[in-house]
């Protein structure tokens, strides 16, 4: 990452303005450029399943859930351990629990079908060893040709916020010595700013 977009991802998110960004009104917890991203991969997917661990307040499930109607196909199943108001939507599903919670994991795999395009997003607890124990827990859903997408690696200082490593970048480089099912889908980065750098993986077999 050249010396200018590492300013400007500083400047971007010491900004808060991933803070105050929307999707139809509700609070999405990301950067538009990552949101684009997802579209060029929804639409090359076409999954029948999004599964996204960290709901919060339910805008990228909103998101997921129309670019799933734009497609004429899909649905999301979401987790979050808090309860709060979220939007309503036939093809979202939300789950309350703890991501690696047996309880949830049997109920996401209870809702996929042997021949489901399944896509899995990680956004829920970004410490190092949550985000490692997700990936461990969820890479076996994902179909080939499709992603696993690690959230927020942006943070443990790369560039941002240093105080927050180990964060999710240390739990991907760990995973991928140990899985050779995925790798880093660099041409992810062609917008410069992401907030997910290194963090979609595609599966190659
Ligand atoms: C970064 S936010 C999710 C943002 C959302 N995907 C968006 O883009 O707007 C992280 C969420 O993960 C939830 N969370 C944290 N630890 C969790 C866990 N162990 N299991 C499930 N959810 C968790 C938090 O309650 C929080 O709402």
Request: aromatic share 10%; charged share 20%.
């Given at each position: 990452?050249?010396?200018?977009?590492?300013?400007?991802?500083?400047?971007?998110?010491?900004?808060?303005?991933?803070?105050?960004?929307?999707?139809?009104?509700?609070?999405?917890?990301?950067?538009?450029?990552d949101l684009f991203n997802y579209q060029e991969i929804l639409f090359q997917v076409k999954p029948d399943v999004i599964?996204e661990?960290?709901?919060?307040?339910?805008?990228s499930?909103?998101f997921l859930a129309n670019m799933c109607d734009l497609l004429g196909k899909g649905k999301v199943?979401?987790?979050?351990?808090?309860?709060?108001?979220?939007?309503?939507?036939?093809r979202?599903?939300?789950?309350?629990?703890?991501?690696?919670?047996?309880?949830?994991?049997?109920?996401?795999?209870?809702?996929?079908?042997?021949?489901?395009v399944v896509l899995?997003i990680?956004?829920?607890?970004?410490?190092?060893?949550?985000?490692?124990?997700?990936?461990?827990?969820?890479?076996?859903?994902?179909?080939?040709g499709s992603y696993?997408i690690?959230?927020?690696?942006?943070?443990?200082?790369?560039?941002?916020?240093?105080?927050?490593?180990?964060?999710?970048?240390?739990?991907?480089?760990?995973?991928?010595?140990?899985?050779?099912?995925?790798?880093?889908?660099?041409?992810r980065?062609?917008?410069?700013?992401?907030?997910?750098?290194?963090?979609y993986?595609?599966?190659?077999?």
């Amino acid at each position: 990452m050249g010396d200018f977009v590492k300013s400007f991802h500083h400047h971007y998110f010491d900004s808060e303005v991933w803070l105050d960004t929307y999707w139809f009104g509700h609070r999405v917890l990301k950067c538009p450029l990552d949101l684009f991203n997802y579209q060029e991969i929804l639409f090359q997917v076409k999954p029948d399943v999004i599964v996204e661990c960290g709901t919060n307040q339910g805008g990228s499930a909103l998101f997921l859930a129309n670019m799933c109607d734009l497609l004429g196909k899909g649905k999301v199943i979401t987790v979050d351990i808090q309860e709060m108001e979220r939007p309503e939507h036939g093809r979202i599903s939300y789950l309350l629990g703890d991501t690696t919670s047996t309880e949830i994991v049997n109920k996401i795999k209870e809702s996929i079908l042997p021949s489901d395009v399944v896509l899995v997003i990680l956004d829920s607890d970004h410490t190092e060893p949550h985000v490692l124990q997700e990936m461990r827990l969820y890479y076996g859903l994902v179909s080939v040709g499709s992603y696993l997408i690690v959230e927020d690696t942006i943070i443990g200082g790369n560039p941002i916020a240093p105080h927050l490593a180990p964060g999710p970048m240390g739990a991907v480089q760990q995973f991928l010595t140990e899985n050779d099912q995925f790798i880093v889908d660099e041409s992810r980065h062609k917008f410069h700013l992401t907030f997910n750098p290194n963090g979609y993986l595609l599966k190659v077999k």
